[in-house]
């Protein structure tokens, strides 16, 4: 059974920085391409940022702020985010695929 | 462009048919998949490329496309499946997604 599990998530000022981690099992990590995705409160869907073996893609929305990165001995995947604004608040989603985890809460207020 | 549109709401009795829609010149050339979002819950794929279930998912959903408008077809809604749902698909740089459909089944 594929699991994911967000953690990192918690209340940052803005311009602070947070690094989310997603420990998954269940599959061969290296295999597949894995996603941040978020949803910010009230809102829609919004894809985050993709990493597809060493190739890294970003929302025009976090370009340049946010690092996407795998570990691959741990199975796990990590989102560093810098320069938080508070329009960043959402709940961030794991995903493999089809499969996501059930998010991590990032709230960025002062 | 990458603008999916869905609409805002739709609203059936319990066993009646449900049918959301959705549609972007995106999808001429990618699939369309489908997600359920119950209050307080990730979201959950009900359907992926176009039309296929995956496990767990029950019988009555069921997904179609004609052209470049793809439908989400609940056939004998339940109280269940009262949920936000929304589409999406892939761009060229990541996935993009539609403002999301609110169904009422009561």
């Known amino acids: 059974e594929v699991q994911l599990l967000e953690s990192g998530g918690g209340l940052v000022q803005p311009g602070g920085s947070l690094r989310l981690s997603c420990a998954t099992s269940?599959?061969?990590?290296?295999?597949?391409?894995m996603n941040w995705l978020r949803q910010a409160p009230g809102m829609g869907l919004e894809w985050v940022s993709t990493?597809?073996?060493?190739?890294?893609t970003y929302a025009d929305s976090v370009k340049g702020r946010f690092t996407v990165s795998r570990d691959n001995s741990k199975s796990t995947l990590y989102l560093q985010m810098n320069s938080l604004r508070v329009e960043d608040t959402a709940i961030y989603y794991c995903a493999k695929d089809i499969e996501w985890g059930q998010g991590t809460l990032v709230t960025v207020s002062s | 462009s990458y603008e999916l549109t869905q609409p805002s709401s739709v609203s059936v009795s319990p066993g009646q048919t449900a049918r959301i829609t959705c549609s972007g010149d995106?999808?001429?050339?990618?699939?369309g998949r489908w997600f359920q979002q119950k209050p307080g819950q990730a979201p959950v794929v009900v359907i992926y490329?176009?039309?296929e279930r995956p496990s767990g998912i029950p019988e009555r959903f069921s997904g179609s496309r004609s052209g470049t408008t793809v439908t989400l077809t609940i056939t004998g809604a339940q109280v269940e499946d009262e949920a936000d749902y929304y589409c999406?698909?892939?761009?060229?740089?990541?996935?993009?997604f539609g403002g999301g459909t609110k169904l009422s089944v009561l």
């Open positions: 990493l597809s073996g060493s190739t890294a």
């Open positions: 995106v999808l001429a050339k990618k699939y």
């Open positions: 269940g599959f061969t990590f290296t295999n597949y391409a």
């Open positions: 490329r176009d039309s």
């Open positions: 999406s698909t892939a761009a060229d740089n990541g996935r993009v």
